[in-house]
């Protein structure tokens, strides 16, 4: 039996009078990928934003594992320990190291012993590859490296759901793939709950097993990944693939 992690009911928000995001209703499973996608300024990151706290909201229900949150930052910092986020830009602190970085989380906000988080971010590392830079600092990586390290420095507080952020978008394009291909393994071999946002038409098809659909701060179209690339049902969703180059 799936086990819903998060769901979504009659949000509403405005940027003062502007109307942003109108009446979206969704729930994710346990195990379940969803993509958000839609033309730029539909409304994508401002609601993944708000699905962890980042962005207030004016009305709606938002819960996680059943329970109602409770929008406040004392909630919202509680709940930031299961609920990982990756954004267009890295966030990494420029004056520690890369393991400094990915301990700060587990071993300040968690208050993990540091020789199990530091076992753990030695094998995150060693996942994608990265082992060597465990004591360097952000400015001595690349673009991807850092994406990748801001990647694991999430995934190092265990989070329950993953939120993606067009996570590529800041990135040369022969960066992209590395970063891509370890979230479509959390995806694939690690079942990991994930919501993304992405520009990535052919990453988008390969890893969803739901897409929802946005223009304007509206809820268009919600439909299982394979059948939304093969069969959209709204002519718009039609309109936005045939755009697309993939």
């Not at 401002?46 to 409770?70: A, C, D, H, M, W």
């Not at 420029?94 to 301990?103: A, D, Q, R, S």
């Amino acid at each position: 039996m799936t086990k819903q992690i998060y769901s979504v009911s009659n949000l509403e928000k405005y940027y003062q009078k502007q109307h942003v995001l109108h009446d979206i209703t969704f729930s994710i499973d346990e195990g379940e990928v969803v993509v958000l996608l839609g033309p730029s300024g539909s409304g994508k990151s401002t609601l993944i934003r708000t699905l962890n706290g980042l962005e207030p909201y004016q009305s709606g229900v938002l819960k996680f594992k059943g329970q109602e949150i409770q929008p406040d930052e004392k909630g919202w910092r509680k709940l930031r320990q299961q609920i990982g986020m990756v954004f267009q830009s890295y966030d990494l602190f420029p004056n520690l190291t890369v393991m400094e970085n990915i301990l700060l989380g587990p071993t300040k906000v968690q208050k993990q012993p540091r020789d199990i988080a530091q076992a753990e971010a030695k094998r995150l590392l060693e996942v994608v590859g990265l082992s060597e830079y465990a004591n360097v600092y952000p400015r001595q990586l690349s673009g991807g490296q850092k994406q990748r390290i801001a990647i694991i420095r999430a995934l190092a507080l265990k989070p329950e759901l993953m939120l993606f952020d067009e996570v590529t978008a800041s990135l040369d394009p022969e960066m992209v793939r590395g970063v891509l291909n370890i979230i479509s393994r959390l995806a694939k071999q690690d079942k990991m709950t994930m919501i993304v946002v992405t520009h990535e038409m052919n990453f988008a098809k390969r890893i969803a097993d739901r897409v929802l659909f946005l223009e304007n701060g509206e809820l268009l179209e919600t439909t299982a990944g394979t059948q939304f690339f093969e069969n959209p049902q709204t002519d718009r969703a039609k309109e936005f693939l045939e755009s697309m180059d993939f």
